[in-house]
């Protein structure tokens, strides 16, 4: 499963305490290791600005320093959804999204792939934790 991570509103620059999105990333980084990609726009049309906007939030270095070797770019013009490979599962965190990129879901027949990052909810980092544990379980009890 492929798993799309925006950077504002979801890493930084949200309620969650920084010790739930710590957690949530590094579950991230170790479980979805080969399938993470940035979907953000600090990484879009060849340039990947992540570890700079990733820096000088309140994660750990160190973790910044492993997210930014182990997560993959994207590539996107305007809409987020142009990165996304609808041909794979995936879930997609983000804090944002318009309303052309939700009728590019609904056209795919995946919006509810998109979990909405809300980032004034101080519970929101751990809601995603529980739905990546539980997304994994899944596809460990279906292979």
């Not at 799309?4 to 509103?9: E, K, R, S």
């Not at 939030?57 to 320093?65: G, M, Y």
């Not at 995946?110 to 980032?119: G, I």
Request: proline share 4%; net charge negative; glycine share 2%.
């Amino acid at each position: 499963m492929n798993i799309y991570l925006d950077i504002d509103g979801v890493l930084r620059g949200a309620a969650s305490p920084v010790e739930d999105r710590v957690e949530l990333l590094d579950y991230i980084l170790t479980n979805f290791s080969d399938s993470t990609y940035w979907l953000t726009t600090h990484c879009r049309q060849d340039y990947n600005h992540t570890r700079a906007a990733l820096f000088n939030s309140d994660l750990p270095k160190e973790l910044v320093e492993r997210a930014s070797t182990i997560i993959q770019p994207s590539n996107f013009a305007v809409l987020k959804t142009d990165a996304i490979d609808f041909e794979k599962p995936f879930i997609w965190l983000d804090d944002n999204l318009f309303e052309s990129e939700q009728k590019v879901l609904e056209s795919h027949g995946c919006l509810v792939n998109h979990f909405y990052m809300n980032p004034r909810d101080p519970e929101m980092a751990k809601k995603a934790l529980i739905l990546l544990k539980n997304l994994k379980e899944e596809n460990a009890n279906t292979n």
